[in-house]
């Protein structure tokens, strides 16, 4: 059986001579991976974080591991990979989604976010110091988690009411939220370990510490 579907990469695994484990989140499938048989070099391009695909998936009774083929970018995404500070946005992202996406059903609206979240970075021509504060945020609201701020106060403590103030400002405003590099670093990292606590999982993001250096 065949499912045509678009995917968003998180991750990549080495598999064999030409092939990779692509680890995506699916609009049809949810968080899981693909096999992706003869990838060679020209193809690596394809399997940048956040890219999102157009696939065709081979279903298998007798694997898991279904096949991914026939795979096309759905957006060039320039304004990403022509910015560096971008790319170093969209890897922080994709380890996130990596870490705390559990693999299961579908999560169709988990998706449309998420690539709603990449268009948003793709475009955006003011200053987005800001953006992985409020992708956190709105991370925390997709999976369920719906913060509060006396949710996240034991987490963010004397941060408490800059996390409320972006919660109830739209995306542009939250973009002018004046942070000095320390805070912002700060704030991260407990909004992190708020949505490890309700993941009930670690989140261990590597790409953080390249954020920390581009948005001090």
Known sequence: MTVDTELIVL???????????????SRDYGRRSFLVRGAGKRMM??????NVLEAEITESSRSTLYTARALTAKYPLNGIRDNMFKNAMSMFMSEVLYRVVREGGSEQR???????SILLLDAIQSDFSNFHIRFL????IA???SPEPA???PFVGEHARMADEFMKKS?????????SGKVRNEMAEEILRYIEFH?????????LKVLRELFA
Request: aromatic share 10%; proline share 4%.
């Open 110 to 116: 988990l998706f449309e976010w998420c690539e709603k």
């Open 171 to 179: 995306f542009a405003e939250s973009m002018l939220v004046p942070l």
């Open 151 to 153: 949710d996240l106060h």
């Open 143 to 145: 999976l369920g988690f």
């Open 45 to 50: 391009s394809l399997f940048l974080p956040l």
């Open 137 to 140: 945020l709105e991370l925390a």
């Open 11 to 25: 991750h990549t695994t080495k598999f064999g001579e030409n092939s990779v484990v692509v680890h995506t989140l």
């Open 199 to 207: 993941a009930e999982s670690s989140v261990n993001v590597n790409s």
